[in-house]
Protein backbone atom coordinates (compact mmCIF):
# COMPACT_ATOMS: atom_id res chain seq x y z
CA UNK A 1 0.00 0.00 0.00
CA UNK A 2 2.90 2.74 0.63
CA UNK A 3 4.06 1.83 -2.59
CA UNK A 4 1.19 2.75 -4.16
CA UNK A 5 0.74 5.92 -1.83
CA UNK A 6 4.46 6.80 -3.35
CA UNK A 7 3.82 6.19 -6.81
CA UNK A 8 0.43 8.80 -7.14
CA UNK A 9 2.09 12.25 -6.81
CA UNK A 10 4.24 11.07 -9.56
CA UNK A 11 1.91 9.64 -11.63
CA UNK A 12 0.13 12.72 -11.01
CA UNK A 13 2.69 15.46 -12.00
CA UNK A 14 3.43 13.38 -15.46
CA UNK A 15 -0.69 13.72 -16.24
CA UNK A 16 -0.65 17.29 -15.63
CA UNK A 17 2.96 17.88 -17.23
CA UNK A 18 1.18 15.93 -20.11
CA UNK A 19 -1.92 18.21 -20.04
CA UNK A 20 0.05 21.22 -19.73
CA UNK A 21 2.15 20.74 -23.03
CA UNK A 22 -0.61 19.85 -25.37
CA UNK A 23 -1.42 23.39 -24.85
CA UNK A 24 2.03 25.26 -24.16
CA UNK A 25 4.10 23.35 -26.44
CA UNK A 26 2.61 24.15 -29.67
CA UNK A 27 3.70 27.82 -28.27
CA UNK A 28 6.86 26.96 -28.27
CA UNK A 29 8.47 28.43 -31.42
CA UNK A 30 6.94 32.19 -30.48
CA UNK A 31 8.16 31.78 -26.75
CA UNK A 32 11.57 30.97 -28.42
CA UNK A 33 11.61 33.95 -30.68
CA UNK A 34 11.15 36.63 -27.71
CA UNK A 35 13.70 35.24 -26.08
CA UNK A 36 16.21 35.39 -28.78
CA UNK A 37 14.78 38.58 -29.63
CA UNK A 38 15.75 39.71 -25.55
CA UNK A 39 18.83 37.81 -25.11
CA UNK A 40 20.06 38.67 -28.23
CA UNK A 41 21.69 34.59 -27.87
CA UNK A 42 20.69 31.55 -29.13
CA UNK A 43 21.90 29.76 -26.07
CA UNK A 44 20.47 32.18 -23.67
CA UNK A 45 17.25 32.16 -25.13
CA UNK A 46 16.71 28.10 -25.34
CA UNK A 47 17.78 28.58 -21.99
CA UNK A 48 15.41 31.22 -20.77
CA UNK A 49 12.32 29.42 -23.11
CA UNK A 50 12.83 26.03 -21.02
CA UNK A 51 13.05 28.03 -17.51
CA UNK A 52 9.73 29.86 -18.68
CA UNK A 53 8.33 26.81 -19.22
CA UNK A 54 9.35 25.18 -16.11
CA UNK A 55 8.05 28.61 -14.09
CA UNK A 56 4.52 28.54 -16.30
CA UNK A 57 3.60 24.96 -15.52
CA UNK A 58 4.52 25.60 -11.56
CA UNK A 59 2.56 28.79 -11.48
CA UNK A 60 -0.63 26.73 -13.31
CA UNK A 61 -0.63 24.77 -9.43
CA UNK A 62 -1.52 27.72 -7.74
CA UNK A 63 -4.13 29.67 -9.93
CA UNK A 64 -7.32 29.44 -9.52
CA UNK A 65 -8.60 29.72 -13.36
CA UNK A 66 -6.49 28.85 -16.49
CA UNK A 67 -4.94 32.12 -18.57
CA UNK A 68 -7.53 32.89 -20.98
CA UNK A 69 -4.80 33.77 -23.59
CA UNK A 70 -2.22 31.46 -22.58
CA UNK A 71 -0.04 32.95 -25.43
CA UNK A 72 -0.07 36.42 -23.80
CA UNK A 73 0.20 34.83 -20.70
CA UNK A 74 3.46 32.64 -21.72
CA UNK A 75 5.06 36.13 -22.50
CA UNK A 76 4.24 37.35 -19.33
CA UNK A 77 6.05 34.72 -17.64
CA UNK A 78 8.75 35.06 -19.72
CA UNK A 79 8.60 38.89 -19.78
CA UNK A 80 8.80 38.97 -15.47
CA UNK A 81 11.96 36.28 -15.64
CA UNK A 82 13.69 38.78 -18.15
CA UNK A 83 13.62 41.86 -16.17
CA UNK A 84 14.02 40.36 -13.00
CA UNK A 85 17.42 39.39 -14.64
CA UNK A 86 18.17 42.65 -15.93
CA UNK A 87 17.52 44.08 -11.97
CA UNK A 88 19.48 41.46 -10.96
CA UNK A 89 22.17 42.33 -13.11
CA UNK A 90 22.13 46.26 -12.62
CA UNK A 91 22.39 45.34 -8.74
CA UNK A 92 25.90 43.30 -9.29
CA UNK A 93 29.22 44.38 -6.92
CA UNK A 94 31.10 47.50 -8.81
CA UNK A 95 33.79 45.96 -11.07
CA UNK A 96 31.97 42.91 -11.83
CA UNK A 97 31.81 42.61 -15.57
CA UNK A 98 29.33 40.28 -17.09
CA UNK A 99 29.62 39.30 -20.56
CA UNK A 100 27.73 40.83 -23.13
CA UNK A 101 25.29 39.08 -25.02
CA UNK A 102 25.75 38.28 -28.69
CA UNK A 103 24.26 40.08 -31.47
CA UNK A 104 21.21 39.15 -33.20
CA UNK A 105 21.38 36.02 -35.86
CA UNK A 106 18.84 34.84 -38.16
CA UNK A 107 18.66 33.89 -42.02
CA UNK A 108 18.09 37.65 -42.89
CA UNK A 109 21.40 39.48 -44.35
CA UNK A 110 24.20 39.93 -42.06
CA UNK A 111 24.37 43.61 -42.26
CA UNK A 112 20.44 43.70 -41.40
CA UNK A 113 20.92 41.52 -38.33
CA UNK A 114 23.83 43.14 -36.92
CA UNK A 115 21.68 46.75 -37.40
CA UNK A 116 18.77 45.15 -35.93
CA UNK A 117 20.58 43.23 -32.36
CA UNK A 118 22.45 47.06 -32.27
CA UNK A 119 19.07 48.50 -32.01
CA UNK A 120 17.80 45.68 -29.15
CA UNK A 121 20.97 46.10 -27.31
CA UNK A 122 20.86 50.08 -26.84
CA UNK A 123 17.13 49.84 -25.54
CA UNK A 124 16.72 49.30 -21.69
CA UNK A 125 15.26 45.91 -20.44
CA UNK A 126 11.29 47.90 -20.97
CA UNK A 127 12.25 48.96 -23.68
CA UNK A 128 13.16 46.19 -25.63
CA UNK A 129 10.55 44.06 -24.57
CA UNK A 130 7.78 46.14 -24.82
CA UNK A 131 9.60 46.92 -28.78
CA UNK A 132 9.30 43.49 -29.23
CA UNK A 133 5.44 42.63 -28.00
CA UNK A 134 4.31 45.19 -29.72
CA UNK A 135 6.14 45.19 -33.64
CA UNK A 136 7.22 41.39 -33.42
CA UNK A 137 4.09 39.62 -32.08
CA UNK A 138 1.70 42.24 -32.97
CA UNK A 139 0.22 42.51 -29.38
CA UNK A 140 -2.32 45.39 -28.64
CA UNK A 141 -0.73 48.47 -25.97
CA UNK A 142 -3.04 46.70 -23.28
CA UNK A 143 -1.67 43.16 -23.80
CA UNK A 144 1.93 44.54 -23.67
CA UNK A 145 1.07 46.14 -20.49
CA UNK A 146 0.05 43.53 -19.18
CA UNK A 147 2.75 41.35 -20.24
CA UNK A 148 5.40 43.94 -18.50
CA UNK A 149 2.92 44.44 -15.59
CA UNK A 150 2.62 48.35 -15.97
CA UNK A 151 0.53 50.95 -18.05
CA UNK A 152 -0.30 51.81 -21.45
CA UNK A 153 0.97 55.42 -21.10
CA UNK A 154 4.25 53.73 -19.90
CA UNK A 155 4.41 51.31 -22.67
CA UNK A 156 3.31 54.26 -25.33
CA UNK A 157 6.49 56.68 -23.87
CA UNK A 158 8.67 53.03 -23.62
CA UNK A 159 7.94 52.43 -27.69
CA UNK A 160 8.80 56.05 -28.27
CA UNK A 161 11.86 55.73 -26.78
CA UNK A 162 12.97 52.21 -28.09
CA UNK A 163 12.22 53.46 -31.83
CA UNK A 164 14.36 56.77 -31.67
CA UNK A 165 17.05 54.76 -30.68
CA UNK A 166 20.11 55.07 -33.31
CA UNK A 167 22.10 52.21 -33.97
CA UNK A 168 26.13 51.66 -35.08
CA UNK A 169 26.79 48.02 -36.47
CA UNK A 170 28.88 46.01 -34.14
CA UNK A 171 32.27 44.70 -35.29
CA UNK A 172 32.78 41.20 -36.13
CA UNK A 173 34.53 39.10 -33.31
CA UNK A 174 37.04 37.29 -33.96
CA UNK A 175 37.55 33.12 -35.00
CA UNK A 176 37.99 31.41 -31.64
CA UNK A 177 41.60 29.30 -31.55
CA UNK A 178 39.90 25.99 -30.70
CA UNK A 179 41.48 23.79 -27.87
CA UNK A 180 43.25 20.76 -29.08
CA UNK A 181 41.08 18.45 -27.27
CA UNK A 182 37.95 19.47 -29.55
CA UNK A 183 39.99 18.26 -32.60
CA UNK A 184 40.86 15.36 -31.27
CA UNK A 185 37.10 14.76 -30.06
CA UNK A 186 36.02 14.70 -33.75
CA UNK A 187 38.84 12.56 -34.95
CA UNK A 188 37.44 10.18 -32.39
CA UNK A 189 34.16 11.10 -33.44
CA UNK A 190 34.41 10.14 -36.72
CA UNK A 191 36.48 6.88 -36.60
CA UNK A 192 33.78 5.66 -34.18
CA UNK A 193 36.20 4.47 -31.54
CA UNK A 194 34.18 5.07 -28.22
CA UNK A 195 37.36 4.49 -25.74
CA UNK A 196 39.25 7.88 -27.33
CA UNK A 197 36.52 9.34 -27.03
CA UNK A 198 35.46 8.24 -23.19
CA UNK A 199 39.41 8.81 -22.61
CA UNK A 200 38.62 12.84 -23.96
CA UNK A 201 36.00 13.41 -21.60
CA UNK A 202 36.64 14.15 -17.66
CA UNK A 203 35.43 11.75 -15.10
CA UNK A 204 32.52 13.86 -13.96
CA UNK A 205 31.55 14.96 -17.40
CA UNK A 206 27.75 15.74 -18.48
CA UNK A 207 25.99 15.36 -21.64
CA UNK A 208 22.95 17.78 -21.12
CA UNK A 209 19.59 17.66 -23.76
CA UNK A 210 18.60 21.10 -22.62
CA UNK A 211 15.16 20.59 -21.04
CA UNK A 212 15.12 17.04 -22.23
CA UNK A 213 17.71 14.86 -20.12
CA UNK A 214 21.37 14.89 -18.31
CA UNK A 215 23.63 11.76 -18.74
CA UNK A 216 26.40 12.30 -15.53
CA UNK A 217 29.57 11.02 -15.63
CA UNK A 218 31.94 9.84 -18.57
CA UNK A 219 30.44 6.08 -18.65
CA UNK A 220 26.96 7.28 -19.00
CA UNK A 221 27.61 9.63 -21.61
CA UNK A 222 29.22 6.81 -23.32
CA UNK A 223 26.88 3.96 -22.65
CA UNK A 224 23.86 6.34 -23.54
CA UNK A 225 24.60 9.31 -26.15
CA UNK A 226 27.81 8.58 -27.49
CA UNK A 227 26.99 5.06 -28.23
CA UNK A 228 23.94 5.64 -29.50
CA UNK A 229 24.85 8.39 -31.83
CA UNK A 230 28.02 6.65 -33.58
CA UNK A 231 25.73 2.98 -34.00
CA UNK A 232 22.25 3.43 -33.62
CA UNK A 233 19.72 2.96 -31.23
CA UNK A 234 16.85 0.36 -32.23
CA UNK A 235 15.53 0.22 -29.23
CA UNK A 236 14.65 4.13 -28.68
CA UNK A 237 13.60 4.37 -32.09
CA UNK A 238 16.54 5.68 -33.55
CA UNK A 239 18.86 3.72 -36.58
CA UNK A 240 21.55 5.21 -38.85
CA UNK A 241 20.82 6.07 -41.79
CA UNK A 242 24.55 6.97 -42.81
CA UNK A 243 27.83 6.76 -40.79
CA UNK A 244 27.90 10.08 -38.38
CA UNK A 245 30.40 13.02 -38.78
CA UNK A 246 31.57 15.19 -36.74
CA UNK A 247 32.98 18.45 -37.85
CA UNK A 248 34.07 21.57 -35.53
CA UNK A 249 33.01 24.91 -36.80
CA UNK A 250 33.60 28.45 -35.27
CA UNK A 251 29.96 30.28 -34.71
CA UNK A 252 30.26 33.65 -33.28
CA UNK A 253 32.99 33.57 -31.44
CA UNK A 254 32.30 30.16 -30.41
CA UNK A 255 33.73 26.53 -31.01
CA UNK A 256 31.01 24.17 -31.93
CA UNK A 257 30.31 20.37 -33.12
CA UNK A 258 28.38 19.73 -35.97
CA UNK A 259 26.56 16.08 -36.40
CA UNK A 260 25.86 14.98 -39.48
CA UNK A 261 24.12 12.55 -40.62
CA UNK A 262 24.55 11.78 -44.42
CA UNK A 263 23.92 15.29 -46.28
CA UNK A 264 22.05 16.99 -42.82
CA UNK A 265 23.60 18.15 -39.54
CA UNK A 266 21.06 15.92 -36.81
CA UNK A 267 23.02 17.82 -34.01
CA UNK A 268 24.52 21.12 -33.10
CA UNK A 269 26.27 20.65 -29.59
CA UNK A 270 28.51 23.24 -27.31
CA UNK A 271 31.21 22.31 -25.54
CA UNK A 272 33.20 23.47 -22.31
CA UNK A 273 36.41 22.26 -21.93
CA UNK A 274 39.32 21.98 -18.87
CA UNK A 275 42.72 21.62 -20.31
CA UNK A 276 43.07 18.10 -21.80
CA UNK A 277 39.71 17.44 -21.04
CA UNK A 278 35.91 18.03 -22.13
CA UNK A 279 33.70 18.90 -19.31
CA UNK A 280 30.34 19.28 -20.73
CA UNK A 281 28.12 18.90 -24.05
CA UNK A 282 24.89 20.52 -24.54
CA UNK A 283 23.31 18.99 -27.26
CA UNK A 284 20.93 20.85 -28.96
CA UNK A 285 19.06 17.87 -30.98
CA UNK A 286 15.48 18.69 -29.33
CA UNK A 287 15.92 22.58 -29.78
CA UNK A 288 14.65 23.11 -33.34
CA UNK A 289 14.71 26.87 -32.85
CA UNK A 290 18.16 27.13 -31.87
CA UNK A 291 19.57 24.13 -34.06
CA UNK A 292 17.49 25.56 -36.88
CA UNK A 293 18.98 29.32 -36.59
CA UNK A 294 23.15 27.95 -35.94
CA UNK A 295 22.33 25.82 -39.17
CA UNK A 296 20.92 28.37 -41.12
CA UNK A 297 23.76 31.52 -39.67
CA UNK A 298 26.39 28.53 -40.56
CA UNK A 299 24.70 27.66 -44.53
CA UNK A 300 24.22 24.14 -43.70
CA UNK A 301 21.85 21.77 -44.18
CA UNK A 302 19.75 20.36 -41.28
CA UNK A 303 16.63 18.64 -39.88
CA UNK A 304 15.19 19.21 -36.82
CA UNK A 305 13.48 16.86 -34.44
CA UNK A 306 11.04 18.27 -31.92
CA UNK A 307 10.94 18.96 -28.39
CA UNK A 308 11.35 15.36 -27.24
CA UNK A 309 11.23 11.49 -29.15
CA UNK A 310 8.25 11.63 -31.03
CA UNK A 311 6.92 15.27 -31.30
CA UNK A 312 8.76 16.26 -34.42
Given at each position: ?ST???E???????????R?????????????RY??????????????????????????A??????R???????????????????????????????????A?????R?T????G?????????ER?A?V??D?????????????S?????I??????????L??????????V???????????F?????D??????????????????I????G??????L?????????????L?????????????E????????EE??A????EV??????????????????????R????????H???????
Amino acid sequence: MSTQTDEQPSGAIQASWRRFLDTYEPLRPDLYRYCRNLTRSPWDAEDMAQETIARAFASLAIMADPPRNPRAWLFRVASNLWLNRMRQARELPVGFSPELPEPATSAEPRSTREAAGTLLGQLSPQERAALVLKDAFGLSLEEVAEALSTTTGAIKAALHRGRGRLLTPDPDRDAPVAPAVLDAFCDAFNARDLDRLTALLLDTATLEYPGFKIESGAGAVRAGSLQGTLFGCPEGGYDLVAPPRCELRAHRGESIFLWWSGEEVHAVVRVEVDGDRITRLRNYYHAPEVLSEVCRELDVPFRTHGYRPGSA
